[in-house]
């Protein structure tokens, strides 16, 4: 095997570190990916909708029995009317006291039903109402469910489409880190993960780091002027190319 030539390993070094950071800009737009597509709020809002829905329909089944139970109580006031009424009419009953004392209760049992009506018609027009709220409120449901679905969806295609271009890259990049020895590999690789994904710099106007911005020493500006390769800054430690 023929030794590689420093100036290509210089470029091959370049070239694998280009792929390597849109590698990482990629992978972190995935990480962001979830929050890009307003996922976290569409699934806290449909939550919300839901919690919104169930707190009506309860209300609405706890008024509906209690207007059964009125419903209950004032048919039972009506057959006590009935017979009060049956009893007052029969003839049996002669005494004038007596007589006066069973008006009175029909009156005060029909005053009693009459307040019992009234208050059965404003549960069912409160029982109207909650029956608009608890349709406005399903709807209100339906539609978070289909945006947060479509959400998803997108979200899915996206982070696909994403995933298959990390794939390419880092295929392509594995077919270029053919060209260098293992031991450039190997320190490329745990300076990438060190140096936040930047192991390989340029040297900026000839004199100084393009990782960390350091400038160089006069000898070193000599050094990169008449030989070719890959140098090390003295600072950061990246890898430097021309
Ligand atoms: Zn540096």
Same mark, same amino acid.
């Given at each position: 095997m023929s030794p590689i030539e420093p100036e290509e390993t210089a470029r091959t070094l370049k070239d694998v570190q280009e792929f390597d950071t849109r590698i990482l800009a990629l992978k972190r737009g995935i990480e962001g990916l979830a929050d890009t597509h307003h996922l976290p709020e569409l699934r806290e809002e449909l939550e919300k909708a839901k919690a919104s829905r169930e707190g009506l329909e309860a209300d609405l089944d706890e008024i509906k029995h209690k207007q059964l139970k009125l419903d209950g109580e004032v048919d039972l006031l009506s057959q006590k009317i009935e017979k009060e009424e049956a009893r007052m009419m029969s003839g049996t009953i002669m005494n004038p006291k007596e007589l006066q004392s069973i008006q009175q209760e029909i009156f005060s049992l029909r005053k009693k039903r009459d307040e019992m009506e009234t208050e059965d018609l404003e549960e069912m027009e409160a029982i109207d109402d909650l029956r608009a709220a608890l349709e406005a409120a399903g709807k209100a449901v339906e539609e978070v469910t289909t945006e947060e679905s479509e959400a998803v969806r997108a979200y899915e295609a996206e982070l696909a489409e994403k995933e298959a271009e990390v794939a390419r890259l880092e295929a392509e990049r594995d077919e270029l880190k053919k060209g260098l020895d293992e031991d450039t590999v190997e320190a490329y690789e745990k300076l990438l993960s060190t140096k936040d994904g930047l192991a390989v710099v340029q040297i900026v106007q000839g004199r100084? @780091? =393009? =990782? @960390?911005?350091i400038e160089f020493s006069r000898t070193q500006i000599d050094r990169f002027q008449h030989e070719e390769g890959v140098f090390r800054c003295e600072y950061c430690r990246r890898m430097l190319v021309k």
């Open positions: 100084s @780091c =393009g =990782g @960390c911005h």
